[in-house]
């Protein structure tokens, strides 16, 4: 018997390509990233099979690369992710999320009585907990947990 194997989903020319996404939340980072509106080929895969997770997801996007900040709310939903960068079909740039100390800019605070509700005040948040993703507001001291956060 001949063994195949063959990508699941096409190679990409130029874009980046976000890998080892969890079983589940491929939806939740289209649409933090506001891919939901973009003109460019998407690829999409989910609950493929991985050696390392059981089951992942993969997101492929098309002469489209992500700054610091879209990298940075993609670790928030999917920790386990990893950033492929692409161009002329090589791997330029290979990168694991990681969770930073501080988010700013983010996340909405969902203490209404908190300044950045009402005031023209950019939200910031210090990362107290990296494993189950718990935030303390800087402003309000509101804490946070994964299940709440609120993507501006």
Known sequence: MESKKHLQVSAL????????????VVQKVLKILGLEDCTEPIYLGA???????????????????FANEEINKIALIA?????IE??????????????PDEIVNILKC????????YEKVATHF????????????????KIIKKDN???L
């Not at 609950?47 to 996007?61: A, D, Q």
């Open 47 to 65: 609950n493929l099979e991985s050696k390392k997770m059981g089951r992942k997801g993969i997101i492929k996007v098309a002469n489209r690369y």
């Open 110 to 117: 969902p203490n209404p009585k908190c300044i950045t509700n």
């Open 149 to 151: 956060l609120i993507y």
């Open 79 to 83: 920790p386990t992710a990893t950033i």
């Open 126 to 141: 210090y990362v107290i907990e990296k494993e189950d993703i718990k935030l303390r507001c800087h402003y309000c001291e």
């Open 13 to 24: 020319e130029n874009g980046t390509v976000i890998d080892h996404i969890p079983q589940g």
């Open 86 to 99: 692409i161009r002329n079909y090589e791997i330029i740039k290979k990168q694991k999320v990681s969770i």
